[in-house]
Each structure stands twice: as structure tokens, then as C-alpha cells.
């Protein structure tokens, strides 16, 4: 029974996998069509197919099979250009309003799928019943939908915090995910979903990675206090990020793969840089070590997807899927460690302005001190008699009032005033006066 059981379940995973396999033709010389392609060895597509850039045409053989069901062959990749698919060497036309290029198919005969690249020779697909197809689709918005929502609402709190409390590091936090965000909906085709050309596209593109380099240097100076411990690297970072400005322009215009590869390699060591300036500062509090933990997901998988897969590698199968959730990892860790950072400062500033109410106390109580000293060395002159005089001139009362209040005549008092402008080298009552309140 057991035996019987072990059959069945190898005949049902052989019966699965027969109706998904996918075959591959690398036709080097491009020297195939749809008439004559059918006359060469295809062989059985085992892992993902990643080449480095090259002119070469890849053809797909979709076995034919017996079922009246229709099928979607459809390559996950946005790189992809003069993708056609034959059936009995007729043109099977692409489906529409589609993220990624896709091809509906019935499996009376053989279905032959070409594709090329100026890019990377990278073309993960999929091959599944069209209600499946469907399916797969729909919970696949649904998620970008839930990841691109979700961020949306963290770049708002963070714009309006960086309003409200005037702290910087919000206000590049939330253009750095803007930017994220955008590359993201790039790299899931939902450009095409909407028919965008591929031209602004590429210019959307070049224009995402541009900003990804400034507005994380920007992001992670402010948020590690960069320009306080690492004063001269600010500088460094601007003539890179010129330099990716002026590389992506000469892209745009002359379409040389080389210059595309050297964007990405610069514009992820520019991140790695930063990343490394956390390690660097990863005893000073925790929210830098938060930092280094959460970003280095989102690092090192971009590096793996838009740098080593240019050159035909990849270390961990990086694809926009997982990629999306080292983003989403890394959003909500990020959110936390700035959350840190912000307690942190708090406390910091809390305790900055006790010290600054206390050693302004201090300095007050310095400063009648002082101003007691002052008066003390101004009038330290005058006699007993003529300081009595001196105070009855600064209250404003007049000689005659001075005289009946001290039982002195008037000619004394005036004896007396005529001593005091001489002493403290004033000339009438109103310097007098000015001298008192300057000393208080």
C-alpha cells in the first residue's frame, strides 16, 4: 500500500512540473526565427536564467500539452525589449496593461518565446493556468498596495514632524523613502501598468538613483550628526553625487551598458559608505546601532540586485518581492531608531536648558555682584557727607530740599555738588541720574 502510495505521489509532482516546464535556446548569433527555431536543442530551465549583458536572443520552448486550458508565460523583469512569442510560426500578441511583459497561450503546440536585453540577461518567469495567473496577480497588488500605502503614511508623519518640530532628519527620511518608494513601483512594473513608455521610465530611473545617493547622504548626516564627527565628508559625497549626475545623463543620451553598470557600483558605494560611518559610531547610542542593523538588509540586497546581477552573479536570488520586504523591514526599524534618536535629543535638549536656566542664574547673581563692585569703585571718591549728596541728586530732589533734609545750608550743598561733578567728571544732574541707573 505504501509502495502504491509512493507511486501516486511521484506521478502527481511529475504530472505538476510537466505542465510548468519551461525550456531554453541561448541563440549566440541571433541567426534563429520563428520558422526554424523549432529545429534546435532546447534544454530544461532547472534555476533562473542571469547572464551579464549581451547581444545574444534567448528563445523559451512552452511544451505543448493536452488541455484546453489556457496558460500566462509572463517574464518578471521591466528590462526586457523585442519580446515576441510564436505559436505554429504565427505571432501570439502580448497582453496589455500588463506589469510585465505576458503572453496568453493555449497548448495545442508548441509556444516559442523570444526575448532580448540591453541590459542584463536576466529573465525570471512564470508559467501558470490563466485563473492562477490571475490570482497570483491580484495578491500581488494587493501587497504592493499594502507596502506603498503603508509608506505613504510614514512619509507623511515624517513631513509633518520635520514641520512642526524643525528637525531635518525627517524631512530626508521622507524623501529618501519617496524615492525608495518610486524605485520600487519602477522595478514592480507599475509604470507599465499604466502604458509609460520606456523612456521616461529610463528617465525616471536615472532620476531615482540620483536622488537615492543625495537624499540618503543627506538622510544619514543628519540623522548620525555626520558633519559634527566626519566634517570633510559631506564634500566628497557632493563630487560623487555630481559625478552619478553627469554619468546618468551620458546614459540617457548615448545608451552605453558600461556607464549604466558604473552608476550602480558608485551610487551603492556611496550608501556603503554611510553605512560603514554607523559602524564607526555604533557605541554612541542606541539609535545608531539600529541604524546599522536596519539598513544593512536594504544595502546589501540593492547591491546584489543592481550591482552583481549587472556583471551575471547573484549571492542571495535578490528579486523586487524580497526586496520590497527588506524595505518594509527597514522602514518600520528605521522609524523606530529615529523615534530613539528623537527621545534621545529630547532629553539631551531638556537637560541643555537646566544647565543654560542655571548658569544664567549664576551669571545674574555674578552680575550684582559685579555691578555692587562697579558702584563701589565709581563713588569710592566721594566722602561720606558728599555719597548722602549724591543719592538726594539721583532722586531728583532739589539743593534747598537737600539742605532742610541734612540741616546744612544751601551754599553747602552746592559746595558739595560742584565736588561731585568733579570727582566723577559729570557737569549737571541728568549725567547723574544716567550714572545711578547705568551702575544698576
Not at 524623501?175 to 528617465?203: A, E, K, R, T
Not at 558728599?386 to 546744612?408: H, P
Amino acid at each position: 500500500m505504501s509502495y502504491k502510495l509512493l507511486l501516486f505521489f511521484l506521478f502527481l509532482t511529475t504530472f505538476i512540473h510537466a505542465q510548468n516546464e519551461v525550456y531554453f535556446f541561448k541563440d549566440i548569433k541571433n541567426e534563429y526565427s520563428e520558422s526554424t527555431i523549432a529545429s534546435v536543442n532546447f534544454k530544461l530551465v532547472e534555476k533562473v536564467i542571469l547572464e551579464k549583458q549581451t547581444d545574444a536572443t534567448f528563445w523559451f520552448k512552452i511544451p505543448a500539452y493536452q488541455t484546453e486550458l489556457k496558460y500566462i508565460f509572463r517574464i518578471n523583469n521591466i528590462r526586457i525589449n523585442k519580446s515576441r512569442a510564436f505559436q505554429n510560426s504565427k505571432e501570439i500578441k502580448e497582453m496589455p496593461n500588463e506589469r510585465y511583459v505576458a503572453f496568453k497561450l493555449d497548448r495545442t503546440a508548441p509556444v516559442y518565446v523570444r526575448v532580448n536585453s540591453e541590459f542584463a540577461a536576466y529573465y525570471p518567469f512564470s508559467l501558470e493556468k490563466e485563473s492562477v495567473a490571475n490570482y497570483s496577480e491580484k495578491i500581488q497588488l494587493i501587497i504592493n498596495s499594502f507596502y506603498y500605502g503603508f509608506a505613504f503614511l510614514v512619509i507623511i508623519y515624517c513631513f509633518f514632524y520635520s514641520y512642526f518640530f524643525k528637525d531635518d532628519a525627517y524631512l530626508y527620511y521622507a524623501l529618501l523613502l519617496s524615492v525608495l518608494s518610486s524605485g520600487f513601483s519602477v522595478m514592480d512594473g507599475m509604470w507599465h501598468f499604466f502604458n509609460i513608455n520606456d523612456q521616461i521610465i529610463d528617465f525616471i530611473i536615472l532620476l531615482n538613483i540620483i536622488f537615492l545617493a543625495f537624499f540618503s547622504s543627506k538622510f544619514v548626516s543628519s540623522f548620525l550628526r555626520l558633519d559634527y564627527y566626519y566634517p570633510k565628508l559631506k564634500r566628497y559625497m557632493y563630487l560623487l553625487v555630481l559625478l552619478l549626475a553627469l554619468l546618468a545623463i551620458l546614459f540617457f543620451f548615448l545608451r552605453i551598458h558600461t556607464i549604466f553598470i558604473f552608476i550602480n557600483v558608485l551610487v551603492f558605494l556611496i550608501l556603503f559608505i554611510y553605512w560603514f560611518t554607523g559602524i564607526l559610531l555604533f557605541k554612541n547610542n542606541i539609535y545608531t546601532k539600529i541604524f546599522v542593523f536596519a539598513y544593512v538588509t536594504l544595502l546589501f540586497s540593492g547591491i546584489d540586485f543592481f550591482v552583481l546581477k549587472n556583471f551575471g552573479y547573484s549571492l542571495f536570488e535578490t528579486n523586487p518581492a524580497n526586496m520590497k520586504i527588506g524595505g518594509l523591514i527597514q522602514i518600520i526599524v528605521i522609524s523606530i531608531a529615529v523615534l530613539c534618536r528623537e527621545k534621545e535629543l529630547r532629553y539631551a535638549n531638556y537637560f541643555m536648558k537646566n544647565e543654560i536656566i542655571k548658569y544664567a542664574t549664576e551669571q545674574a547673581q555674578i552680575s550684582i555682584v559685579t555691578k555692587d563692585e562697579i558702584k563701589k569703585d565709581i563713588l569710592k571718591n566721594l566722602s561720606i557727607r558728599e555719597r548722602e549728596v549724591f543719592d538726594f541728586i539721583t532722586s531728583q530732589e532739589s539743593n534747598k530740599e537737600i539742605a532742610n533734609t541734612l540741616n546744612i545750608s544751601v551754599n553747602t550743598v552746592k559746595f558739595h555738588v560742584k565736588n561731585i561733578y568733579e570727582k566723577l567728571d559729570i557737569k549737571s544732574r541728568k549725567e547723574a541720574i544716567k550714572l545711578e541707573e547705568s551702575i544698576h
